[in-house]
């Protein structure tokens, strides 16, 4: 076994023999992954994010939002959210230049500090998000990946692969996976994050986690509440209010590699639903180790985009509602 799997061992064995988080009340939260578009008022996503008891909230702006939106926000409340730069939109799917130049114009403002969902696989919902489907050899997804790559930000993926075989078959979405362990192979030093968790199961997830040391998993939509209100496949890591064995047992084993998040997209997402979601996610972190609890709230976050150490009740949730 090596220093890190040694390391790694001691961390979770010395996790195990820590009292539970109480409560979760205290636990700081970041929000790895969320974006707002013009119908969703400005206003709204500071207020939501505060009531919902958020520290930090990494944001980028889609359809009819601009950069100075988001850049406007994270100078108003600089404690709140990490301005993230925007891929996704009608030129990037069409490869056009106008996706080009965005990604430049927002690369030059030094106030970016991460980089949003790079879309490969994605299912129609309503008419604001078409499907996109993208083979990572895509010239706007290479371009999006390598300037991750040069910032040193996590490369953040959107596969969403039980939609994919249900579209395309099982043979086209195991080839999608063996495109995304391609992928990861070749960059093996930089991180590179699934957002959704993929819509895997804990088994496809676990497999690999362990083949992967450069792969973590965002756990965004990934939970009875979205599920409710979505006719998406997305994954549930949740049996009630807290989480299924599978993914519990996973989280002990990897607590390096679950990122919380929460991909807000829609006004009917910066809503009560957001307070919603943190309030179950803190619960069932409550129930894990003090030490993973931490590590997937907040502090895998703040390794990976270098962010300042999160604490309960500053940032988003200081703010006055």
Known sequence: MDARADLKTVIVGVALLLPLHA????????DAHSQFDDDTPISNVIQQAARAGVTQVILSARGGASMDDVLGLAAKHPGC??????????AYAANERGYYKQLDEQLKAPQFRAMSEIIVAHAQKGKGAPEVNLPVAAPQVTE???????????VVLHYELRWYGRAYGPDARASRVA?????????????????????????????????HPNLVFLTSHANPITGRASRQPWSNMFAGDELVPEWSALMLRYPERFVLAFDNVW???????????????RHALGKLPAEVAHAVAHR???QLWKLAPADA???????AQ
């Open 179 to 211: 495109e995304l362990r391609s992928l990861l192979a070749r960059h093996p030093e930089h991180p590179f994050a699934l957002i959704h968790v993929a819509q895997l199961d804990a088994a496809e997830a676990g497999e690999l986690l362990a083949a």
């Open 313 to 319: 009740g500053q940032g988003c949730a200081a703010i």
């Open 267 to 281: 006004p009917e997402h910066w809503s009560d639903k957001y307070a919603q979601q943190v309030k179950l996610w």
């Open 300 to 302: 895998n976050a703040e």
């Open 23 to 30: 409560a979760g009340q205290a636990l700081p939260i970041i």
């Open 81 to 90: 959210v990490i301005p993230s730069v925007r891929t996704k939109g009608r």
């Open 144 to 154: 999006a990946i390598g300037r991750a790559i040069a910032k040193s930000w996590p």
